[in-house]
């Protein structure tokens, strides 16, 4: 019997930390049963039939035990919050916005609500079937609603109002279509209705995207979630004439404005700031979409932060998570002595288990070995909870060239928004997500997963333990928050099999590295790819925009390029002035996923700046003809050495993988015009360069520019001409004479 | 709440954390495909099953290629995919619903010992779909 929902699921507040740090799991269950927690340290997690086999021993710690288990709730979607305030209950009330809704016809999304869920009392303007409608909860204790009387259409800026009049007692909705155009010109509907019960003194939050809900067992949540854009909130204590709602638009100023919420300040974070002077300011939750063109957008800037005047809205989704916030079940302290790595809260409970993974890291400036591992985690939580297998549907087949074929991770992630979503899906209405993070479960961060991320990097510090070579690890989030300076004391760096979404702190941190005589390890294939930024303000999360170019799983809309955390322009690397190939000598060439090849060497191999990193591989022995991912050293994500886009021009191609067949594919950024000879049979670019080159002050960078690489490490007993030939290198760069 | 069929109604409730009711919509990958839409197979091209059955993981002759391309195209809702089970060596067919949220619906009676004989019993269901005949085992 195959379940399709998960019951144990957990997360870490953080996921690295040095000895005296502590890390905090946080557990929910939909079974009652006690489960069971350890601390293991992984070396290897692939136990496939071929694979190394699942190697993890548990460390003695004081937080290992039996636990009980709790079901925890998680609030999922985004809105803003405004604290209850006394002056939002006004007998006569104006509340109006600019809406760009994306799915008016999946049920009822509240806009605006200042609704108490225990009273049902307040009033909420919404979308109802397509339509808009405000629904009044007056004195009188009935819920009265009025419905506009013609659909709303998707992805069109409409100015949205309600206004109630005690003295007549004129209910009115305001549905003014703010575009122009033959049809659209009928999209405007202004409905009355005469209301006999006010409001009066209803003590709630002012919510924007959503409205309080209250279930059976009291829980407070938030419902009825809105998606779309929404723009210029204003509130006033009258009931407003259509002229005057038009005018505060603009021009936020009335005797009787309560709030103006003005969104096109403080894009980079969670606030939201009133600007009519009663400081009314409130916050986002769950990372709606910040940085996104607003109904004053008329393309004469791109960039938000020239005009964040033409950024006045927020996208909301009611699939945005940010932070699951659930409570704590167990800490840990993580000792003095405790040596650096790959760790995991182990949590088993019945038939199930959960991996809560994290990383220990040594203190700043003590390095406990010459090794630095780099685990790529920003590129892991791009991937986290992706809907892949599902949601790609024929996009999915044709890259992968395989029918599809669904994981239970993928079964789970069809039922359960718990997980929220990831950098590779499309919201629920359609546009691309920007954000991920880390606070919420995690799928696919543990053994027995698929080969990919996670997992796929466990060959390499199995080979590593395996080697007897000591290694300290460093995650993306040290690097980006630390610098060169987490780094420096390092002989070599070396780096996941997948590292591809990087900060400018991150590329920085790489490039002086190497420029100090650093010796850099490129393990991967597509690395250094996408521009992502962190933010101080969201910790555990990182932003992307799929800009302009590149192989992506959804395109931003035009104006949305630039990133809300830190208003740099997002994409890929190669657009942004530091390609990959200045960092690695390589960038991504091609992908396919169903065979590898192996590579051999190059005339250039023979040079003696680099034939000793061939000691000991028969001459014309091919290299990795052999692998656990796809059967091949070169393989998977794919990279080649190119001069004209940023290889170093000393670089040495020292081996070439090439003969892909129809399966692998041309990465499209490298073409750019339409024509059919895109793929290994008939392109030339479809290729995988090994390469190596110097750099000033002793160092050098060897790049192996396939994510399948490592996945050869361990064949034959781990005595092949792959791991021989990665023994070379790292013993080479382990050794401080200069190169 | 009033205009849900039984297997959405069913899927809320199981879900239960799952508040919303759409459409499976997204900018990219919806392709919804009618079958006078679809690219045609030449049913009587037997020959290039045959190849997929006897190598399923290719590579393929450009004729398969061609053949499997077509088939590749396919809308989500309804569509016949492999589900692997959690257990060494057993696949299951399993049938994909409308959207998020709802159910995938799985055939616990159709298991595959060997994953080139689920790709190939996928094979010939989309082969059936595209050129109304069955692939009559030789
Ligand atoms: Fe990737």
């Known amino acids: 019997m195959i379940t399709q929902q998960k019951a144990l699921l957990a997360y870490a507040d953080e996921i690295s930390r040095r000895p005296g740090e502590r890390i905090e799991v946080k557990v929910s269950s939909t079974s009652a049963d006690p489960f069971d927690l350890n601390i293991v340290r992984i070396r290897c997690g692939d136990d496939g039939p071929e694979g190394p086999g699942l190697k993890q021993t548990i460390v003695e710690a004081n937080v290992n035990g039996s636990y009980p288990a709790r079901f925890q709730e998680t609030q999922v979607g985004s809105f803003a919050r405004i604290d209850a305030n006394a002056s939002f209950s006004s007998n006569s009330y104006t509340a109006q916005a600019l809406i760009w809704p994306t799915c008016p016809k999946i049920g009822d999304q509240v806009i605006l609500s200042h609704w108490c869920a225990t009273s049902q009392r307040g009033y909420a303007l919404m979308i109802q079937d397509e339509k808009l409608a405000v629904k009044v909860g007056g004195d009188d204790g009935e819920v009265h609603t009025i419905v506009s009387d013609t659909p709303l259409i998707p992805q069109r800026w409409y100015l949205v109002a309600v206004t109630f009049d005690l003295d007549s007692s004129l209910l009115t909705l305001y549905q003014i279509i703010k575009e122009s155009g033959p049809e659209l010109d009928k999209r405007t509907s202004i409905v009355s209705a005469s209301l006999e019960s006010c409001i009066t003194d209803v003590s709630a939050d002012f919510l924007i995207a959503g409205c309080p809900d209250i279930d059976e067992e009291n829980n407070q949540s938030v419902g009825q979630l809105y998606n779309g854009k929404i723009d210029s909130v ?47 300011h409130g916050r986002t939750y769950n990372l709606p979409t910040r940085a996104v063109t607003g109904w004053r957008h008329d393309g004469s800037e791109m960039n938000w932060t020239h005009r964040p005047e033409h950024y006045g809205a927020i996208h909301f989704h009611d699939d945005d998570l940010y932070d699951a916030a659930w409570a704590t079940d167990a800490h840990w302290t993580i000792p003095e002595d405790l040596q650096s790595g790959v760790y995991a809260f182990h949590l088993r409970q019945n038939s199930e288990e959960f991996y809560v993974p994290f990383y220990v890291r040594p203190h700043p400036g003590r390095p406990t070995a010459r090794l630095c591992l780099l685990i790529p985690t920003a590129s892991y939580y791009a991937y986290v909870n992706h809907h892949i297998n599902v949601d790609w549907g024929s996009l999915n087949e044709h890259s992968s060239s395989c029918f599809t074929t669904l994981t239970q991770a993928d079964l789970y992630l069809q039922m359960q928004n718990v997980f929220g979503l990831s950098m590779y899906d499309d919201h629920n209405d359609g546009s691309g997500v920007c954000y991920a993070s880390r606070l919420r479960p995690m799928l696919r961060m543990g053994p027995h997963e698929e080969l990919w991320q996670y997992n796929a990097d466990s060959h390499i510090t199995d080979w590593l333990e395996e080697k007897n070579i000591s290694f300290d690890v460093i995650t993306d989030d040290d690097l980006h928050t630390e610098g060169s300076s987490i780094i420096a004391g390092y002989e070599c760096v070396m780096t996941g099999t997948h590292p591809e979404y990087y900060s400018l702190p991150m590329m920085e941190a790489l490039l002086s590295y190497q420029g100090e005589g650093g010796r850099f390890i490129y393990m991967g294939g597509n690395g250094f790819y996408w521009r992502v930024a962190y933010s101080p303000e969201f910790p555990g999360a990182i932003e992307m925009r799929r800009a302009e170019d590149g192989m992506r799983s959804w395109v931003a809309k035009p104006g949305e390029y630039h990133l809300s955390f830190s208003g740099e322009l997002s994409g890929l690397w190669s657009r942004c002035g530091i390609p990959p190939e200045r960092v690695c000598g390589v960038g991504f060439s091609a992908q396919g996923f169903n065979f590898g090849r192996p590579y051999r060497r190059t005339p250039a191999s023979h040079d003696p700046r680099c034939s000793w990193i061939f000691d000991g591989i028969s001459e014309n022995d091919p290299i990795g003809d052999f692998g656990l991912v796809f059967g091949g050293a070169a393989g998977s994500e794919i990279d080649s050495a190119d001069i004209q886009n940023g290889t170093p021009s000393h670089a040495l191609v020292i081996a070439t993988a090439d003969d892909f067949g129809a399966d692998f594919h041309w990465v499209v950024e490298d073409y750019h015009h339409a024509h059919s000879a895109v793929n290994g049979e008939t392109c030339p670019y479809v290729r995988c360069d090994m390469v190596f080159y110097e750099t000033p002050n002793g160092g050098a960078v060897f790049s192996t520019g396939s994510i399948a690489f490592a996945g050869s490490l361990s064949h034959n007993n781990y005595d092949n001409n792959v791991s021989r030939l990665l023994e070379n290198i790292v013993n080479r760069f382990l050794n401080a004479d200069p190169i | 709440m009033s205009a849900l069929d039984g297997d959405e109604a069913a899927a809320i409730k199981t879900a239960g954390v799952f508040s919303f009711l759409r459409e499976f919509v997204s900018l990219m990958n919806n392709y919804t495909l009618t079958n006078t839409e679809m690219k045609i197979i030449d049913p009587a091209r037997t020959d290039l099953a045959w190849e997929f059955r006897a190598n399923p993981f290719g590579p393929h002759s450009a004729e398969l290629q061609q053949v499997l391309s077509i088939m590749r195209w396919k809308e989500n809702h309804g569509k016949y995919v492999l589900v692997e089970t959690g257990t060494r060596n057993r696949w299951v067919l399993g049938r994909l619903p409308k959207r998020r949220g709802l159910r995938v619906e799985i055939f616990e009676n159709l298991v595959f010992a060997d994953y080139a004989e689920g790709l190939w019993h996928l094979f010939r269901l989309r082969w059936e779909e595209h050129t109304d005949r069955t692939l009559e085992e030789e």
């Open chain 1, 234 to 280: 204003r509130l006033t204590g009258a009931s407003l004439t259509l002229a005057s709602i038009q005018e505060l638009i603009c021009t936020p100023r009335h005797s009787a404005l309560i709030a103006a919420w003005d969104f096109s300040q403080g894009i980079s974070g969670d606030k939201v700031l009133d600007v009519s002077g009663n400081n009314y």
